[in-house]
């Protein structure tokens, strides 16, 4: 894909919550097609959000309009009051450890996302964090509404706007610290097409069940790349979608946080890296990085050419040998 | 008894037993206000700034089914559910400012029994409750003669002086048969009187050629503190009953540097309108021998000066309130209102005030509300309205 294919993709698949807004207009679209939708959030010790999180997505997006069939909260053993809160206000709560028990129960969040897959029974699912403390419907229709207006979607990813201060009107825009400094510069290096997801580890996704079910899932931090490395490929960037969720507020990591969770993800690339070929036979180092820029609305990728250049040992150069050689007389 | 009054008890007394069901098919239905009490309440609404969330009530009007829902010149949304016969109108009120800036981090937590956040109570589920009016009625089957106006009424609170709500009742050109303010604090409440009241911004300045080597020279925090000393020297009278609170006091911003200036806020509410006259003229005068007396510049400016008003303890509209109330399980505590019931009683229009559920630390950033009483004020809401439909509460 050269240059302009890119940014055709990154046109024609890159979404706006609000253009999805009409909610009544995407339920008549799910229903023409035959389709069901199903809501998994999985937890740990989130009695603090999950409640506001259960009540405005039940409330709104099944009572109000019926876009989700099925809503679940799967658990990985909350100590706290989360399941008791998101049943009390309707949602199906199931504990991860009670769902195909015979493949044992295996502690974190892609675990969940896994089992989600055998207990609901959506042809889409659609996942969303716990921790957001601005939730709001979009965070649902956003993610599931391409893949009911457009077959060839597979996969949607969400993507936030980071609100910085800038004097002029163009601003850099990305995801998170560990997006940024881990993942954008490996994706660069070795999967440049990938770039074009703008944040390629945000927790709020929605995929379809044909494709979520051929992948494998690492069940800690390397979750979200590993779908992206898999389906990708697998299917191409054409099988993705992202759409912008406008802001997210959540629980700030610590940097030790972030270290273990890049830790994680480098685990998952380098599975990968082996297991498509590439560590054994390396191909030619890209030397270009891609990150984003948005000026009036619009994300545009600012491509720059980082090569490495590196100096011998000083002691091969012959001057310095000299040189020492001359101090010592 | 006459017939006519064993008719209007038997009526009431159908709409006395209905209470219960209501309470249980509004707890079941409770997603439905909850929802719009979070989503308006995570609206920054500070007062003279509540276009946002007005403009989500706008819409949310529009969801639950009125037509036309309108913003008025004054920044009031407002939408009207209409009646079979429509001749006359029921207000059904609800202030939308916040007394929090749009710094404060508007987030709410949403428990099993209880929403804690700022302004939830104050007056997030009240505007709620009227938001969802329309789809509540259609849950419980329940259809008015009158029309209801619904209204979110802007700059109630603080400096405001009730501009939203008295703009929009100036304006208003329809027949009323009573109004009702919704407040989310407290359960219980019955205000039929808007009380007298006197809101009062003292400023104080030090000026540049302030001698600070004279007897008695001191900085803005000294100066107010004795100036506060006089004020609540004031004799109050008990009757009329009177009352003075200092609400807000700023100077200063460090531990050594004596702060050039300050500002006082105050409210002081009397039943008697001679009181909050004289009052104002004293004040006038203690500020201005303050500032003679010690070489400071003392500005005074009366935010906002209310008369009293009042329906009497035994109009319909309240007596029916009461017994509501009383099958509701809910003991009244009677309040003169200082909001915006003022505006309404002014207007000419029978009013009362009523509060929702019961609340912990009203006003501050963990105010929080209790569900379980909240589908009983609930019930006591609607059943209120559907007695002044039947035109149980005239005189």
Not at chain 1, 208 to 216: A, C, M, Q, S, T
Not at chain 1, 243 to 249: G, K, M, P, Q
Not at chain 1, 254 to 279: D, P, V
Not at chain 2, 299 to 310: I, S
Request: aromatic residues 6%; contains cysteine; charged residues 25%.
């Amino acid at each position: 894909m050269n240059e302009e294919e890119k940014n055709t993709w990154l046109k024609k698949n890159t979404f706006h919550h609000g253009e999805f807004w009409d909610i009544l207009k995407l339920v008549e679209e799910k229903e023409k097609k035959g389709l069901t939708i199903s809501l998994c959030i999985p937890t740990l010790n989130e009695e603090k959000t999950i409640g506001k999180e259960v009540l405005i997505l039940r409330s709104e997006l099944m009572e109000r309009y019926p876009l989700v069939d099925e809503f679940a909260v799967i658990d990985s053993g909350s100590e706290d009051k989360t399941l008791e809160v998101a049943g009390n206000y309707g949602a199906d709560t199931y504990l991860a450890s009670d769902i195909l028990p015979e493949v044992g129960d295996k502690r974190g969040k892609g675990a969940n996302l896994w089992k989600a897959i055998h207990q609901l029974t959506g042809d889409i699912i659609c996942y969303v964090d716990a921790d957001i403390t601005n939730i709001h419907p979009r965070f649902v229709y956003g993610l599931v509404a391409p893949l009911i207006n457009r077959e060839e979607i597979q996969y949607v990813k969400a993507f936030y706007d980071r609100p910085l201060n800038y004097s002029s009107g163009l601003r850099p825009s990305g995801g998170g610290r560990v997006t940024e400094i881990l993942t954008r510069p490996l994706f660069s290096l070795f999967y440049p097409e990938l770039t074009n997801v703008i944040q390629p580890l945000s927790g709020e996704y929605a995929a379809r069940r044909e494709v979520l079910e051929i992948i494998p899932f690492p069940i800690g931090y390397g979750v979200e790349t590993s779908h992206l490395l898999d389906l990708y490929h697998k299917f191409g960037i054409e099988a993705f979608g992202q759409t912008d969720l406008d802001r997210r507020v959540h629980r700030n990591q610590t940097t030790n946080a972030l270290g273990k969770m890049s830790f994680g993800i480098l685990q998952t690339f380098i599975n990968r890296l082996h297991a498509q070929g590439k560590i054994d036979q390396m191909p030619d180092m890209e030397t270009f990085y891609r990150r984003f820029e948005v000026e009036d609305g619009a994300y545009r990728q600012i491509v720059q050419k980082v090569v490495e250049e590196e100096r011998p040992p000083m002691i091969e150069i012959e001057g310095y040998r000299t040189h020492r050689a001359s101090l010592s007389h | 008894m006459t017939i006519e009054t064993q008719t209007k008890e038997t009526t009431l007394g159908n709409l006395l037993k209905d209470i219960p069901r209501q309470i249980e098919s509004l707890r079941s239905v409770r997603e439905t206000f909850l929802t719009d009490a979070v989503l308006l309440g995570e609206v920054p609404s500070p007062t003279f700034g509540e276009e946002k969330r007005t403009r989500l009530v706008i819409d949310r009007f529009r969801e639950n089914g009125l037509e036309d829902p309108t913003l008025d010149e004054f920044g009031n949304a407002s939408g009207i559910i209409p009646g079979t016969s429509g001749e006359s109108a029921i207000l059904v009120m609800a202030h939308a400012d916040s007394v929090f800036s749009s710094e404060t981090r508007h987030v709410l937590e949403v428990g099993s029994d209880h929403i804690t956040g700022p302004g939830i109570a104050d007056n997030a589920i009240g505007l709620a409750a009227v938001v969802a009016l329309p789809k509540l009625l259609n849950h419980l089957n329940i259809q008015f003669k009158d029309d209801l106006i619904l209204v979110a009424n802007v700059k109630s609170l603080g400096r405001a002086n009730l501009e939203g709500a008295r703009g929009f009742l100036d304006t208003m050109r329809r027949p009323v048969r009573a109004g009702v303010c919704v407040e989310g604090a407290t359960q219980g409440r019955l205000s039929y009187s808007g009380l007298g009241a006197l809101r009062v911004e003292i400023t104080l300045n030090i000026p540049k050629d302030y001698d600070w080597a004279s007897f008695g020279a001191a900085g803005a925090i000294s100066h107010l503190n004795r100036l506060i000393n006089q004020l609540m020297e004031i004799p109050l009278p008990k009757e009329p009953k009177s009352k003075m609170t200092f609400g807000g006091l700023t100077a200063g911003s460090s531990f050594n540097t004596s702060p050039k200036t300050g500002r006082l806020r105050f409210e002081i509410t009397s039943e008697g309108d001679e009181v909050i006259d004289s009052m104002e003229n004293q004040l006038k005068e203690i500020c201005e021998q303050f500032s003679l007396e010690t070489g400071t510049e003392v500005g005074m400016e009366t935010v906002a000066k209310r008369q009293n008003c009042e329906i009497p303890f035994t109009h319909p509209l309240v007596k029916t309130t009461r017994s509501i109330m009383h099958e509701a399980g809910i003991t009244p505590k009677v309040d003169p209102s200082t909001g915006d019931l003022n505006a309404l009683i002014r207007a000419g229009h029978p009013g009362v005030t009523l509060g929702l559920t019961t609340v912990e630390n009203l006003r501050e950033e963990n105010e929080t509300i209790h569900l379980e009483p909240l589908y009983t004020g609930m019930a006591q809401l609607i059943t209120l309205l559907q007695a002044i439909d039947v035109e149980l509460c005239e005189e």
